[in-house]
């Protein structure tokens, strides 16, 4: 007698007893009941059969077999067999061992921002640079409607603090907080930006803070690189007219934006760069935003830092 055929994963809704009853046990010399395979095969596909479990693969599906009967009804009589056509080629799919190499991913690169987009971002930069003042940039932001945010937005978060200080502050996006105060940074994470910021003697009515992104995410989500692409210019053209002595980004995405930076903050914070607005040369600093400060606390002791080197900046 003959090894029993390999078993397969898959999952059906007979039992593995009805499985062996339909497995061959037969000698090398005996044939294989054709309507006994037709079932096993048929069980196969149902059980949603995907890899074969043994040394060798063997493509069952390829074996010649007659077409199936169909049922019939306990204590009735078979239904007639319909005349068949010519021959015609059944295709096939090929099953893959468990053991064959995976085929590896392939990640689709990022394609061209979409017409709308730079349509959307275009407009905006348009818009910025007729902003003559703050007011006039704040005017220009709530009739823009190059930004689907604003649809799902309450209110325009545009910036908080006094527009004649030299430290600016800038995060990512306001949320659920901000959207219905519409001031930045007056959750949970601004009320520890002002802890912070007293620990070095100042408050908000010696900073000027604002955001990249003017309205809420929905959900607190992320905002895409298209939503940044698009508000990027009236958040420039806000510090050119702020023109602050110091610049202080708030977690990485807003420091990828403005600064051009894409190492994570963690290797970022703490250094002196130039921020370029227009003509002029703004000492640029990247560091921890206090979101992540509620979630990291051992990690304040770095920002601790930071804000000993903006104190000591102002002062010079």
Request: aromatic content about 4%; hydrophobic content about 40%.
């Amino acid at each position: 007698m003959q090894a029993s055929p390999p078993l397969v994963n898959g999952e059906g809704g007979k039992g593995d007893g009805w499985l062996r009853s339909r497995l061959c046990y037969t000698s090398a010399a005996m044939p294989i009941d054709p309507a006994v395979a037709r079932e096993l095969l048929t069980f196969y596909a149902e059980a949603g059969v995907s890899d074969l479990v043994g040394e060798t693969p063997v493509d069952r599906l390829a074996v010649g077999i007659e077409e199936p009967r169909a049922r019939s009804p306990v204590g009735g009589a078979s239904p007639p067999v319909p005349p068949q056509g010519p021959a015609t080629e059944i295709p096939t799919r090929t099953l893959r061992r468990r053991d064959a190499p995976v085929p590896p991913t392939v990640v689709p690169k990022p394609g061209p921002v979409p017409v709308a987009a730079e349509a959307a971002t275009l407009a905006a930069r348009e818009a910025a640079a007729r902003a003559g003042s703050l007011d006039e940039l704040r005017a220009l932001l709530e009739s823009f409607d190059g930004c689907a945010l604003k649809l799902t937005a309450k209110r325009l978060v545009f910036a908080d603090g006094n527009p004649q200080a030299r430290l600016m502050l800038v995060g990512e996006a306001p949320g659920r907080e901000e959207d219905i105060e519409g001031l930045p940074f007056v959750g949970p994470s601004g009320q520890l930006l002002d802890r912070m910021l007293a620990s070095i003697g100042l408050d908000r009515t010696g900073v000027y803070i604002a955001n990249i992104i003017p309205w809420r995410p929905p959900g607190n989500r992320d905002p895409s690189m298209q939503e940044t692409q698009i508000c990027l210019p009236f958040i420039r053209r806000q510090i050119e007219l702020v023109a602050p002595d110091v610049l202080v980004t708030l977690g990485k995405p807003s420091t990828a934006a403005l600064l051009g930076i894409a190492d994570g903050i963690r290797r970022t914070r703490g250094r002196w760069m130039t921020y370029q607005a227009g003509e002029r040369d703004i000492r640029a600093m990247a560091t921890f935003h206090p979101a992540y400060l509620l979630r990291q606390p051992l990690e304040k002791r770095h920002s601790w830092r930071d804000l000993l080197s903006i104190k000591k900046a102002l002062e010079s």
